[in-house]
């Protein structure tokens, strides 16, 4: 079964600071990963998606690697504003086992940016 | 597009109680399925569904119905609420199960069983 693990589980920065989330998953056998933000009380916005080929992806400030074969995965944020701070999920795409085709997802990343 | 959208927002209800959450979509995604959201849980499968007429079981599929009669919609159906069901529901939609099947979720519908 696929566990993922988010850390850390808190962050506080300041604003203007270069930061990485990171993430871990157990099983290898992916299709992708995905990267989301939840704002409190509202939904997840994708941020941005790797396939299980790709290395890297980027999305403006934001940076996404996967190391498929280690089972980690970093986000990367560049320049951080107050308006980044949210909860950072990342979940993969199962491709095998019982979890085949489903995602799972992390417990999150709290990130604080204050001015 | 409106992207996934689900009704109500938020939900109150008795123990025993029996409601559906709707969800809908307008993007024509194969893929659609249902999560809770509790604190400390993180987010957990409870059904999904790979095409109109197809269902199958999350992690957490007790005390849950789903069905699929068209592409669009994947409603969620408690049929006996309980405590135990009280968390935020969200949906979820994507093209298919195969690569680039980049999740779409909906803003959630927020229940409270008393």
């Known amino acids: 079964k696929q566990e993922v693990t988010q850390i850390p589980a808190a962050l506080s920065v300041p604003e203007g600071e270069n930061l990485v989330l990171n993430c871990s998953f157990t099983?290898?056998?992916?299709?992708?990963l995905q990267w989301f933000r939840q704002d409190p009380g509202k939904g997840l916005t994708s941020l941005l998606l790797i396939q299980s080929s790709q290395r890297e992806q980027t999305s403006g400030r934001l940076n996404a690697s996967l190391d498929k074969s280690s089972g980690r995965s970093t986000l990367y944020i560049a320049a951080s504003q107050p308006g980044d701070s949210a909860t950072y999920l990342c979940?993969?795409?199962?491709?095998?086992?019982?979890?085949?085709?489903?995602?799972?997802f992390g417990q999150g990343t709290i990130l604080t940016v204050h001015p | 597009n409106a992207g996934v959208t689900q009704t109500p927002k938020f939900q109150v209800l008795k123990t025993g109680q029996s409601m559906t959450l709707q969800c809908a979509q307008d993007?024509?995604?194969?893929?659609m399925s249902w999560y809770r959201q509790d604190p400390g849980m993180g987010l957990r499968l409870i059904h999904y569904s790979v095409g109109a007429g197809i269902t199958d079981q999350g992690e957490v599929p007790n005390g849950y119905n789903v069905s699929r009669s068209t592409t669009e919609d994947f409603p969620l159906r408690l049929l006996s609420a309980a405590p135990s069901q009280t968390s935020v529901y969200f949906c979820?939609?994507?093209?298919?199960?195969?690569?680039?099947?980049?999740?779409?979720f909906g803003p959630g519908t927020r229940l409270t069983v008393l």
């Open positions: 979820a939609s994507s093209v298919g199960r195969g690569l680039m099947n980049e999740q779409f």
């Open positions: 979940a993969p795409l199962n491709a095998g086992g019982t979890s085949y085709g489903k995602l799972t």
């Open positions: 993007m024509n995604h194969e893929y």
């Open positions: 099983d290898s056998a992916i299709y992708n």
